[in-house]
Each structure stands twice: as structure tokens, then as C-alpha cells.
């Protein structure tokens, strides 16, 4: 044990010039959580009313502190390494300390028996309360293995002293103080041996019979239990510490216990006796370390033998003739007296054995009926375990059930008012188309009203060799009105929804004019005859398939028509104050006058779409699809979903149609895979000889771009599709510019009146033309 050696410290001495106070609280320390804990708990809950706190630490004994020689440089060594490993250990103490602004007492002890340490500790110095970290050992571990210390401490501590056992920032075990401690310290009262083993040998080497034993001192009196100390050792910087102080050893008792090994029996009791009478008068608590050893009674008794014979009985230092015959009738009594009360004890063993043997099978019995007893609970918590787990199962089935049942409650509600609605809104369309019918058929529309007489009178009564065309509409007949040739369109009496087409074609084109818009030049309402302007070169699909013999288009025509109908196009998709979408964009329905001068007709099927769904969507929901097949919005068509990129769709297969001639069927496919297989001049129209492949190429890709098939791919009319357009067209401008003049014929596509002659004189170099000014045709 390792302590100043100047003195031992008592509380309420100086120590470095400091008071403590009497009764000083102390702290076990190690290097582990637990005392830290404790360190802190002791700070909280037990320095009230002071501020002083000692904390002892209890270090093994070096190797070099059992007698063995150190040189000076080895000592000094020694002691700068314990001086520094010391500093280190407490220093987090110290700062806690200076935290709490408290006062520390710090003490170093060097013992192997850290509970015997600390006990004398406290013995010495009357330490009223001791904390210690609880042991992190578990249960199995602490009882296969030495107690530890807290247990040892709460054990074996002075009666005086409070033992405070923290684990974990809270006390797990609390032995409190059965005596008070006096004011002025005692001389240290013996304490019970702490067993450090099973054999309760403390540890440096003492067997059991040494601790029974004890040791005596060269003068003949006792020191307690413990082996002596060896020499004094030095501490660090001039102090020394002694392993064995004076207030280790235990007073009042003189007698050494050596005697009683070879003492008799009777001298024994009365030697053990006499000590535990030592005992009992010098210590407070009545008790001594003796109470804890295991004295084996060194008196025996022999018990007799009881035979048949009574000579047995009889002491064998006596004579056999001093007994009488009386004696022997006695001795032959108490024989069979004690041979009768050994039957009835047996009797009563053998039926103390019977009732043992019966109340086993009891036991026995009844622990089986509890053990099946318990197998029925365990059963029947099972099955009410299931039961209720089915319960809870149904109950979320039901819970389900009844949210789907609202969920469809909902749907069919909503459902319910969305078909409302849709009553009410086809309601309202009906009452507004039937509105804008009257309100047309009553308006004073732009446009002449023709009778009927004078159509029928144009139209030789619709002669059959009038008849230029007919289309889903209605057949048309050539005619001339006001000494005009006019195209007159008749409505056929069976014509699906006739009415509304010529109610929406005289709405719209009385209303518009633009030079690659047909022109509208009167109707006649009672009998829905329409009267356009006279197109003398008919349809572009019938220029393209060259219907009639009639000769190819020169590819500068091709872009010029081309140009002129995304013109026509984009001013019907910016009219005000709604966007008109035409739906039914083909070459059927566009029409070529003299001068090769494109114009779009047929505007029957055309839509009104509301400005902020063109603005914002540009889609606009419709009930029924209308339009050509091949030519039709692929989304507009599953969808129903219309918009001004509806017609951009079409205007890309009818573009593809101007270069290639070819049916719609698949043309985008077939194009976009000449294009990648570099095939692409293969799909151009044979009968024009003189194509510009990489302008041709640029016009396919501008045209393949226009007939995605997802709307959101396809590019602007305005900005993308007419600028190159434009572009192409003045190319081919320049190209007849420079062939027409170059071979001194003059051609101007603006019209004029030697433009046909020109034009024609242009076309001659294309398989010579033949004259041919009919209608286009209208579909």
C-alpha cells in the first residue's frame, strides 16, 4: 500500500496547507467509466454542506518495492514515471474538481489486496461515506470468481462508514452507517478478514492456515491478519510512502493464536473463547476477523457401539469382576431400553422416509399437474393470441373493405358529376351550334346570295357534262356567272353533317381573304350551293399523279407551292380572334390556277380553337375525329385532342407527297429509311430529270421533322418550317430566273398576262405540256 509516510492523514489534519474536515468523504478511483460516475454522483448528491472530497487510488506493487536493490538511476526513473502516470490519472479529476470548485485530497496506495487497502484507509482516517464504481463484471462471472470490490467494501467497511455503490450515474447498492463517529479519531478498530478467495487467503502468498494463524511480531503481540510490511519506499520528490503504516495495524490483541494448534481440547475452547471475548471488548461492533474463518472442531466424540454383547460397554481400563449381577441386570436394561428406542427411532426414520418418499411423489405429482396446468395456459394464451390476431386481421379487412366501398362510393360519385357535366356541356355546344346555325343563316354574311334559279340556270340544270368533280361534299359543276367562270359546289341531299360543313366554309371563307386562300365568291343558302373562283390547272394531287397526260411539275414549282401553302397555312392558324385548325389538309385540297399559284380550299371541316388553349396547350379536346386517312394528327386521332400542330402533321405527308409523288401509306417510313440507307435520291419523282439532291434532302428532313409522330417533336410552322421553305423557293426562283432567260423565254411566277405563254414555253422542256385548264377537284 502506497501512502505519504510522513504521517497518516487523518481528516480534519493539514494536508499541503489546506483543511479537511473531519469525516471526509472519499471516492474509489480506476481508470474506468464507473468511477467517473461515481466521482461525479458524490459531487452531486453528497458534498452539500461541504466541499471537500478525497480520492484514493490503489496500484499494484512494483516489482522493485519487495526488497530488491534499484540503483539511484533506476529509482529516480521509477519515481518520474509514477509521478508522471500519477499526474495523468487524476488530471481529469482535478479539472472536474476545479469545475466544481472543490476541494481535493489525492491519495495514492500501493497494496495487491485493493479491498484491504481501502478498509484500512478508511479504519485509519474515519472516512464516514466511501463511493466506488460498481464492478463491470456480470452475475455469472461474479459468482465463479473472487468478490469484487464494491462487494467486498459493502461487506466488510466499518460499521461507521456509509458504502455508496454507482453504476452508471446512479446507486445500485447502499450500506448505510450503524454507528456514529466520534469527534477525535480512535485508534483503528480490527476488522473481519476480506476473503480474496474461496479460501480466504488475501493475495501475497498467505495460505489459510497463515490466516488463521495470523503473524507475530518480534515483540509477541498481534498485527491483524496481514502479513508485515517490508522497508519503507520513496515516493517522488522527496516524499516516501510506506507499504505497512502504523495505523494498519490492529491493537488489543497480544495473544498470539499459534497456542492453539497444539493446545487440548478444552484449552482450545477456552483459548477461542478468550479471543473472541478480546475481541468483542475492543471493537465497536462486537465482532472480529475470526468470525469469518472456518473453525473445524478439533473435540471429537466417539459414539458407542451397540452390540449384542454388554461387556462391550464397559471401559477397558476397569476390571471385569467389579461389576455385580445388578450392575449387569442394569447395564442388560439399559441395553434393551436403548435397544428399544433405537427400533422406535428407526421406526420413526423409516416412516419419516415413507412420508418423505410419499410427499416427493406429491411433488412430484403436483409440479407435473402445474407443468400441465401451464401447458394449458400457455395454450390457451396461444389461441387467444391467434384469435385476437384474426380479430385484428378482420378488423383491417373491414377497415379496407369499408374505405374501398368509399373509395368507389367516390369514384361512382365523381363519375356521376362528370357525366352531369358532360350533359351539360354537349347541352350547351348543341344550344350554341344551333345559335350560331340561326344567327349565320340570319346574318348578313360578306358573300352574294345566289337563288336557285339562277345556279340552275348556270348549270344548264346541272347537266352532266358540267360536272368537272365530285367529292364527299357534293358534286361540282363549271359554270359562269356575272359572265364569270365560276366552280359551283352542290350539297348532296344525303351528305353526312352537309349542313354544318356549308354553314362553317360560308362562316369562314366570307370572312378571310388571302391570295393562297380559294376565294368565295357567293351561295345559296336554301339549297347549300357554294360558288368558288375557277382554278384552271385543278387539284395538286392531280398534277402530281398527272392525271389527264398532263405534264410533271418542275421542282421550282414544287418548293414555290410548297412555300405558298405553309404561307396559307400560318394565316389561318393566327386569325383573330380565335386560331382556325383546317383538319383535312391534303393535295386534293389544294387548288392551282393558270399561273401554278397554289391555293387551299375546302375548309368545311375546319375548328375554332379558343385563343388560351391555342396559346397555352395548343390542343383542344374534340368528341369525334375529322379528316383523311394517312393525313390525320396520329394523337388527334387516339386523343381527340386537337390543335394548330394538328396540320403541321399533315402538311409534313403532303410535303413528302411534292418531292416523291408517291401514296401517303407509310411515306414518312419509307423516306427516313432511304435517307439512313443514302438511297435517298432512289424516292425522288423519276419524271422531274434535274432534282437538286441536297436541297431535296434538306426539304425531306424539314418534312419528315413536321410528321412526328408525337405533337411536342414537331417543329413551329413560323419559325423553323416557313423560313426554309422560303429559303427553298427562292432558290428555285433563281434557278428559272437563270434557265428561263438563258434560252430566251421569259417566266415570271407573279402572273401576268404573257405568264402563260411563258410558263408554258417553261414546261415545254418538261415532256412537252399539253393545254389543260380544269377545276380543281374538291374531295
Known amino acids: 500500500m502506497m501512502l505519504p509516510a510522513a504521517a497518516p492523514q487523518l481528516a480534519g489534519a ?127 462471472t461474479r459468482k465463479f470468481r473472487n468478490p469484487d470490490v464494491a462487494s467486498n467494501l459493502t461487506k466488510f467497511a466499518p460499521e461507521f462508514c456509509t458504502v455508496y455503490v454507482i453504476s452508471k450515474g446512479k446507486p445500485v447498492s447502499v450500506r448505510s452507517a450503524k454507528t456514529q463517529l466520534t469527534h477525535a479519531p480512535a485508534a483503528a478498530p480490527r476488522q473481519p478478514s476480506i476473503p480474496a478467495s474461496p479460501r480466504l487467503a488475501f493475495g501475497g502468498g498467505m495460505d489459510a492456515e497463515d490466516t488463521v494463524r495470523g503473524t507475530s511480531s518480534s515483540r509477541g503481540g498481534w498485527r491483524g491478519p496481514f502479513p508485515p510490511s517490508p522497508a519503507t519506499a520513496h515516493a517522488p520528490e522527496g516524499r516516501s510512502f510506506e507499504r505497512n503504516p502504523d495505523y494498519m495495524r490492529t491493537p488489543g490483541r497480544d495473544r498470539p493464536l499459534s497456542t492453539a494448534k497444539t493446545a487440548p481440547n478444552s484449552g482450545t475452547h477456552e483459548s ?31 459414539s458407542g457401539d451397540f452390540g449384542a454383547d454388554s461387556g462391550e460397554y464397559a471401559p477397558s481400563d476397569s476390571p471385569q469382576g467389579s461389576f455385580s449381577p445388578g450392575a449387569n441386570r442394569d447395564v442388560e436394561a439399559e441395553v434393551k431400553r436403548l435397544r428399544l428406542e433405537l427400533k422406535q427411532t428407526m421406526d420413526m426414520y423409516s416412516t419419516a422416509c415413507k412420508e418423505a418418499i410419499t410427499a416427493k411423489q406429491k411433488a412430484r405429482e403436483i409440479h407435473q399437474w402445474k407443468m400441465e396446468e401451464a401447458r394449458k395456459v400457455e395454450e390457451a394464451r396461444h389461441a387467444e393470441e391467434a384469435a385476437l390476431a384474426m380479430a385484428e386481421m378482420e378488423k383491417v379487412k373491414c377497415r379496407a373493405a369499408i374505405e374501398a366501398a368509399h373509395k368507389a362510393q367516390r369514384l361512382a360519385e365523381m363519375e356521376s358529376q362528370r357525366r352531369v357535366n358532360a350533359e351539360m356541356k354537349a347541352k350547351r355546344e348543341a344550344e350554341e351550334k344551333k345559335k350560331a346555325l340561326d344567327a349565320l343563316a340570319n346574318n348578313d354574311v360578306r358573300y352574294r346570295k345566289y337563288s336557285i334559279e339562277e345556279i340552275e340556270m348556270a348549270t344548264e340544270y346541272f347537266d352532266r357534262k358540267l360536272k368537272i368533280g365530285e367529292g364527299g361534299y357534293g358534286p361540282v359543276y363549271k ?33 378571310i381573304r388571302h391570295p393562297n386562300m380559294v376565294l368565295l365568291l357567293g351561295a345559296c343558302p336554301e339549297y347549300g350551293c357554294l360558288v368558288y373562283e375557277y382554278m384552271e390547272n385543278g387539284s395538286l394531287e392531280d398534277r402530281l399523279l398527272r392525271r389527264g397526260n ?22 389561318l392558324h393566327q386569325t383573330k380572334p380565335e386560331p382556325l385548325v383546317h383538319r383535312d389538309l391534303k393535295p386534293a385540297n389544294i387548288l392551282l ?63 413528302l407527297q ?11 417510313h419509307h423516306v427516313q429509311r432511304a435517307i439512313d440507307r443514302g438511297v435517298f435520291e432512289e424516292m425522288l419523282d423519276s419524271t422531274v430529270p434535274d432534282w437538286p439532291v441536297e436541297e431535296a434532302l434538306s426539304y425531306a428532313r424539314i418534312a419528315l421533322q413536321c410528321a412526328e409522330l408525337k405533337r411536342k417533336d414537331r417543329p413551329e410552322l413560323a419559325t423553323v418550317v416557313l423560313p426554309e421553305l422560303n429559303r427553298l423557293r427562292k432558290l428555285g426562283d433563281d434557278w428559272e430566273a437563270t434557265n428561263c432567260f438563258s434560252s430566251g423565254t421569259g417566266y415570271s411566277s407573279a402572273g401576268s398576262s404573257s405568264s402563260g405563254s411563258s410558263f408554258a414555253r417553261m414546261m415545254h422542256s418538261y415532256n412537252n405540256p399539253r393545254p389543260r385548264s380544269p377545276l380543281g377537284r374538291v374531295s
Request: some cysteine; charged content about 20%.
Open 14 to 140: 493539514d494536508v499541503d496547507g489546506r483543511q479537511f474536515p473531519l469525516h471526509a468523504t472519499a471516492v474509489a478511483v480506476d481508470r474506468d467509466k464507473n468511477s467517473q460516475m461515481a466521482v461525479k454522483w458524490t459531487a452531486d448528491h453528497l458534498l452539500i454542506n461541504t466541499s471537500a472530497i478525497v480520492l484514493m487510488h490503489v496500484r499494484s506493487p512494483a516489482a522493485t518495492s519487495y526488497g530488491f536493490s534499484m540503483s539511484e538511476t533506476s529509482s529516480e526513473a521509477a519515481k518520474e514515471q509514477l509521478e508522471s502516470e500519477m499526474t495523468e490519472f487524476f488530471l481529469p479529476y482535478r479539472g472536474f474538481c476545479a469545475r466544481k470548485r472543490l476541494q481535493l485530497k489525492e491519495v495514492v496506495l500501493e497494496e495487491a489486496d485493493v479491498s484491504k487497502a481501502i478498509v484500512d484507509y478508511i479504519n485509519a482516517n474515519q472516512i464516514s461515506n466511501i463511493v466506488v464504481g460498481a464492478s463491470n463484471r456480470n452475475a455469472i
Open 479 to 511: 359554270a359562269f356567272l356575272d359572265h364569270t367562270a365560276v366552280a359551283i359546289k352542290v350539297l348532296r341531299p344525303d351528305a353526312a353533317q352537309g349542313r354544318k360543313q356549308f354553314q362553317q366554309e360560308v362562316e369562314v371563307l366570307s370572312r
Open 272 to 302: 477461542m473463547e478468550g479471543s473472541f471475548r478480546s475481541g468483542r471488548s475492543s471493537n465497536s461492533r462486537g465482532d472480529s476477523f475470526t468470525e469469518d474463518l472456518d473453525f473445524h472442531g478439533s473435540v471429537g466424540y466417539q
Open 658 to 668: 411534292m418531292i416523291t409523288a408517291r401514296s401517303p401509306m407509310g411515306l414518312a
Open 550 to 571: 398532263t405534264p410533271s411539275l418542275p421542282w421550282p414549282i414544287r418548293f414555290k407551292i410548297a412555300a405558298e401553302i405553309a404561307t396559307g397555312l400560318l394565316f
Open 593 to 655: 390556277d393558270r399561273n401554278y399559284v397554289s391555293k387551299i380550299s375546302d375548309v368545311g371541316l375546319a375548328r375554332l380553337v379558343p385563343p388560351s388553349i391555342a396559346d397555352a396547350v395548343t390542343q383542344y379536346h374534340m368528341t369525334s375525329t375529322a379528316g383523311t386517312f394517312c393525313y390525320i394528327d396520329p394523337e388527334y386521332q387516339q386523343t381527340g385532342m386537337l390543335g394548330i400542330k394538328s396540320d403541321i402533321y399533315s402538311l409534313g405527308i403532303m410535303l
